[in-house]
Structure formats: C-alpha cells, structure tokens
Nanobody
Framework: QVQLVESGGGLVQAGGSLRLSCAAS????????MGWFRQAPGKQRELVAG???????NYADSVKGRFTISRDNAVNTVYLQMNSLKPEDTAVYYC????????WGQGTLVNVSS
C-alpha cells in the first residue's frame, strides 16, 4: 500500500513563504492523483491544490497566484510552494494520494502570524 510522509510546516510571518513536501512510498504505480488539503479548527477540510498523473493541475480560488503544486517523480514527492502567505492560510495541511484507495499523510501545521 501507499504511505505518505509530510514535512515543511511551521510558523511564518504574513507575506512569507513555506514549501511543504509529501514523500510517497509503497505502491507508487497505483496513484492516479495527489493533492493538498487543509483544515482549520471549526472549518471543513478543503482541497487546496491537486495534480493528476497526467500533469493536470487545479487550485482553490483562494490560493491561485500564490501557491504552486509540483512533483518530482524521481523521488516520488509532491510539493506545495506557498508564497505571500496570509493569516487565513493557517491550518493543518494534509497530503492525499488517490488510487484504488485514498491515503492521507499525517498532517503538518502551517501557522501564519500577522
């Protein structure tokens, strides 16, 4: 099965940048798409960005122009580059892999201070 390990979260000032990483292992060939979701306390978990095995990308309207999702197939890793961060970006960010089953990373906290 697929396993996902996230890294890169932390505390950053408004206007700053962070890069999240999600390293996949296991049955990599079964993955059709990967994405980043986020969830703030009391809020619904929402899709932030996704990328398919064919390279199609989509973003939530709230992050378009600021966030970039990318992948490095050589190391089975997907990234989320987050620029111009805002306090409303504060959330736990979860990596997701979509294959036969859906697999979630452990979550990494992004805390944007104002």
């Amino acid at each position: 099965q697929v396993q996902l390990v996230e890294s890169g979260g932390g505390l950053v000032q408004a206007g700053g940048s962070l890069r999240l990483s999600c390293a996949a292992s296991g049955s990599i060939s079964s993955i059709n798409a990967m994405g980043w979701f986020r969830q703030a306390p009391g809020k619904q978990r929402e899709l932030v960005a996704g990328i398919t095995s064919g390279g199609e990308i989509n973003y939530a309207d709230s992050v378009k122009g600021r966030f970039t999702i990318s992948r490095d197939n050589a190391v089975n890793t997907v990234y989320l580059q987050m620029n111009s961060l805002k306090p409303e970006d504060t959330a736990v960010y979860y990596c997701n892999a979509d294959g036969g089953n859906q697999v979630w990373g452990q979550g990494t906290l992004v805390n944007v201070s104002s």
